[in-house]
Nanobody
Framework: QVQLVESGGGSVQAGGSLRLSCAVS????????MGWFRQAPGKEREFVARIGWSGGGTVYTESVEGRFTISRVATENTVYLQMDSLKPEDAAVYYC??????????????WGQGTQVTVSS
């Protein structure tokens, strides 16, 4: 079992930056991929980025490549999403999620409660 708590959302103007945090608790965290997803009003939840607990295995969706950076600090049990050059289309509720690396499923069974990001033009 993994528990996830996001923080760091807020309102920012286009071109600005925010850093989201995800506090992670549970056992054997090195067995997990940590992901960030987002869901805008009226849209389906979409994948944003993920990282292995070892720090490798980073993947980004194309729309955020070069603007967002996912990282983790193992000693703090925290995963971060640094978001730069924010655009109005980045506005959404952002969720932290986790799934085991050693699984054939790409589904993420563990989710946080979400944090709101608002970007004004």
């Amino acid at each position: 079992q993994v528990q996830l708590v996001e923080s760091g959302g807020g309102s920012v103007q286009a071109g600005g930056s925010l850093r989201l945090s995800c506090a992670v608790s549970g056992r054997n965290l090195y067995e997990y991929f940590m992901g960030w997803f987002r869901q805008a009003p009226g849209k389906e939840r979409e994948f944003v980025a993920r990282i292995g607990w070892s720090g490798g295995g980073t993947v980004y969706t194309e729309s955020v490549e070069g603007r967002f950076t996912i990282s983790r600090v193992a000693t703090e049990n925290t995963v971060y999403l640094q978001m730069d050059s924010l655009k109005p289309e980045d506005a959404a509720v952002y969720y932290c999620a986790a799934r085991r690396v050693a699984t054939t499923s790409t589904e993420y069974p563990y989710w946080g409660q979400g944090t709101q990001v608002t970007v004004s033009s």
